[in-house]
């Protein structure tokens, strides 16, 4: 897979236009990778995040069927701007910024921007969508970074509940109290075993701690998704403006309603140290 690179002296960078996929991640002062080097390590989820009941909802009084998926029998899974290849508009030694167009006829009709940014030992990430189509739709954003994991490496962040994993990964009811295996709020090892769990009411920041490396995970959104699977040194701790299945709860949360030119976006912030 083609990639375009960027790099400091303190990171390295490799992006596919493919997805607009991060395909590694490194810390040049540790000689190791801050991401797990998946193929891809990160990947955007546009124009929704994760997966949505029945791959439909109701708007407008009308019956949304989502598009299918070329990678998912069920669901939208993740939209389709981590399946299409995007255009190359900026590039540089420590800037990337790649764009692309996308019609549904569901009404998905937009322009998205993705911008890679270096800045000392921080890699910053913006993604931006706007609404083309002249009917308005509800759209929502994530990130979904593969975040690498050592023997002893120990992940913290606190939240304000979860809503636990059903039937084809959808999820449960909201839950206040945590696991064990959910309770995230005193830095610890992960267990080894599948996790896949949103969060709400997360405070906006995730530590990684490794030996002789520390992560820290910044984004403006109450919502991060988690996942883990056993046996795999990775963990993915997953911004988006919404809940799983948003679409199919009362109100939509973190949704957004986006007229024709209007525009919605998400940051995301990774500091090494």
């Not at 124009?47 to 109701?58: E, K, T």
């Not at 000392?120 to 009917?135: F, I, S």
């Not at 970074?145 to 050592?150: I, V």
């Not at 696991?179 to 075993?193: G, H, I, L, M």
Request: hydrophobic letters at 40%; aromatic letters at 10%; a negative charge.
């Amino acid at each position: 897979m083609d990639a375009l690179h960027l790099q400091n002296a303190f990171l390295r960078l490799a992006v596919a236009p493919q997805g607009a996929s991060v395909l590694s991640f490194e810390s040049l002062t540790h000689g190791k990778a801050v991401f797990h080097p998946a193929e891809p390590a990160l990947f955007p989820m546009l124009p929704l995040a994760n997966r949505v009941a029945g791959n439909a909802f109701q708007l407008h009084g009308e019956r949304v069927l989502l598009p299918d998926s070329p990678v998912d029998e069920h669901f939208f899974l993740h939209g389709d701007g981590w399946l299409k290849r995007w255009d190359v508009e900026h590039h540089d030694e420590e800037r990337l910024t790649l764009s692309l167009r996308s019609q549904h006829a569901c009404g998905f009709h937009y322009l998205a921007k993705l911008t890679w940014r270096l800045a000392g030992n921080r890699l910053l990430t913006q993604l931006e969508l706007t609404h083309v189509g002249e009917k308005p739709m509800v759209y929502g954003l994530g990130l979904h970074p593969y975040f690498a994991l050592e023997p002893g490496s120990r992940v913290q962040f606190s939240a304000s509940g979860f809503w636990p994993e059903g039937e084809q990964h959808l999820p449960l009811a909201w839950e206040g109290t945590f696991t064990a295996q959910t309770d995230f709020s005193r830095a610890k090892t992960p267990e080894n075993k599948w996790l896949n769990v949103g969060y709400s009411g997360w405070s906006g920041l995730a530590l990684i701690e490794h030996s002789d490396m520390r992560v820290c995970l910044r984004s403006p959104t109450p919502y991060l998704m988690v996942f883990r699977m056993a046996d795999q040194p990775f963990i993915c701790l997953e911004p988006q403006t919404h809940p799983v299945n948003a679409h199919n709860q009362a109100g939509m949360p973190g949704l957004v309603m986006l007229e024709q030119g209007q525009s919605t976006s998400l940051s995301m912030e990774v500091e090494v140290s």
